[in-house]
T-cell receptor, first 112, second 116 residues
Framework: AQSVSQHNHHVILSEAASLELGCNYS??????LFWYVQYPGQHLQLLLK??????LVKGIKGFEAEFIKSKFSFNLRKPSVQWSDTAEYFC??????????FGGGTRVLVKP | NAGVTQTPKFQVLKTGQSMTLQCAQD?????MSWYRQDPGMGLRLIHY???????DQGEVPNGYNVSRSTTEDFPLRLLSAAPSQTSVYFC???????????????FGNGTRLTVT
C-alpha cells in the first residue's frame, strides 16, 4: 500500500522567511502528487499538482514544489512567507485507481 | 454553483446512536468520496463512489455505510456511533471517474462530529 510521510508536524517562522515542507511517498511506480492547503476553519484547497513533465511545479500564491523521483520526494517551497500563509499543508499521492493517500499534515504558523 | 455542500456543520452524538452525514454536489461530478481528518493522521479515505450505483471501500470503512442513488448525493451513515468516530469529516468530488490532472478533488467545508 502506498503511504505519504510529512516530516514536520509543526513549523513556526517569521514573515519573509523561506518555507520548505518535506514530503516523501512510498509508491515506486507512476504516481501523481499534490499539495493541498487548509486555512483555519476552511476546507482543503489545491495548491499545486504534478502528473508528468517538468519536475518543478508552480502553484498558486507563490508556492512551488519539486518532484525528485530518485528520492521519492515532493517538497513544497515558498521563498518568502506571509502571515496569511498560516495554515495546515497536506501532501497527497495517487497511484493507480481513484484513491488519494494523504500525509499527516504540517501546521505552519507565520508570526507577523 | 454551490460546489460541495455538507450538512450538518457540527453534530454531537451519544455512543450507539446512528446518523447520516449529508453531501451534495451540483457540478455533475462522477467521483465522490468521504474522508475523516484526525490530528497528525491527515485525511483517511472512508468510502468512495465512481458513479451512481457504484461504491467501494477506502482505508477505514468499518462502522460506516454509503450509498449513491443519484449523481448529486453521497450520504455517509454511522450505524452505531463510537467515541473513536469523533473526527472531522470531509466530502470531496471530482469530475472524472477519478482524480486526474484536469479534475482535482473539490472539498466540502466539513462536518465536525463528537461522539460522547
Amino acid at each position: 500500500a502506498q503511504s505519504v510521510s510529512q516530516h514536520n508536524h509543526h513549523v513556526i517562522l517569521s514573515e519573509a522567511a523561506s518555507l520548505e515542507l518535506g514530503c516523501n511517498y512510498s509508491y515506486g511506480g507512476t504516481v501523481n502528487l499534490f499539495w493541498y492547503v487548509q486555512y483555519p476553519g476552511q476546507h482543503l484547497q489545491l495548491l499545486l499538482k504534478y502528473f508528468s513533465g517538468d519536475p518543478l511545479v508552480k502553484g498558486i500564491k507563490g508556492f512551488e514544489a519539486e518532484f525528485i523521483k530518485s528520492k521519492f520526494s515532493f517538497n513544497l517551497r515558498k521563498p518568502s512567507v506571509q502571515w496569511s500563509d498560516t495554515a495546515e499543508y497536506f501532501c497527497a499521492s495517487k497511484a493507480a485507481g481513484n484513491k488519494l493517500t494523504f500525509g499527516g499534515g504540517t501546521r505552519v504558523l507565520v508570526k507577523p | 454553483n454551490a460546489g460541495v455542500t455538507q450538512t450538518p456543520k457540527f453534530q454531537v452524538l451519544k455512543t450507539g446512536q446512528s446518523m447520516t452525514l449529508q453531501c451534495a454536489q451540483d457540478m455533475n461530478h462522477e467521483y465522490m468520496s468521504w474522508y475523516r481528518q484526525d490530528p497528525g493522521m491527515g485525511l483517511r479515505l472512508i468510502h468512495y463512489s465512481v458513479g451512481a450505483g457504484i461504491t467501494d471501500q477506502g482505508e477505514v470503512p468499518n462502522g460506516y455505510n454509503v450509498s449513491r442513488s443519484t449523481t448529486e448525493d453521497f450520504p455517509l451513515r454511522l450505524l452505531s456511533a463510537a467515541p473513536s468516530q469523533t473526527s472531522v469529516y470531509f466530502c470531496a468530488s471530482s469530475y472524472s471517474r477519478g482524480v486526474s490532472y484536469n479534475s482535482p478533488l473539490h472539498f466540502g467545508n466539513g462536518t465536525r462530529l463528537t461522539v460522547t
